[in-house]
């Protein structure tokens, strides 16, 4: 069975390139583009993983980081960001990862990957 991922990503093109390539790799992906669209999401679809960004309008990052946990503590969450200095904030902590956005996405899939198996295995 494919497993899951929840992707919430405000930039359209991101978020369809992203979708994309991990859809390429076997998963089903869902979409989100902020924080509110992201937990709509979660409840309906029941993702295996979340891909989090963390600047967006109407509800950030952090703030759906910490209502994710709220309701789902077992689900692995990566915040995917283009900005290092999130990476200082204690709330950040909370997920299982902290991927910078690049051009090349291995490193992405690698944690991906990792945690699945991870989240698999328990």
Excluded: C
């Excluded at 991990?22 to 979660?42: D, H, M, P, R, S």
Aim: aromatic letters at 6%; hydrophobic letters at 40%.
């Amino acid at each position: 069975m494919k497993k899951k991922i929840l992707l919430v990503e405000d930039e359209g093109a991101l978020r369809l390139l992203y979708q994309e390539e991990l859809e390429e790799e076997g998963y089903e992906v869902f979409t989100a583009k902020n924080g509110k669209e992201a937990l709509q999401k979660l409840r309906k679809d029941r993702p295996d993983l979340v891909i989090l960004d963390i600047i967006m309008p109407e509800m950030d990052g952090m703030e759906a980081l910490g209502r994710i946990l709220g309701e789902q503590k077992r689900i692995p969450i990566i915040l995917h960001t283009s900005h290092p200095g999130y990476q200082e904030d204690f709330m950040s902590w909370a997920a299982d990862a902290y991927v910078l956005k690049s051009i090349d996405r291995k490193e992405l899939k690698e944690k991906i990957k990792e945690l699945l198996e991870k989240r698999e295995s328990h």
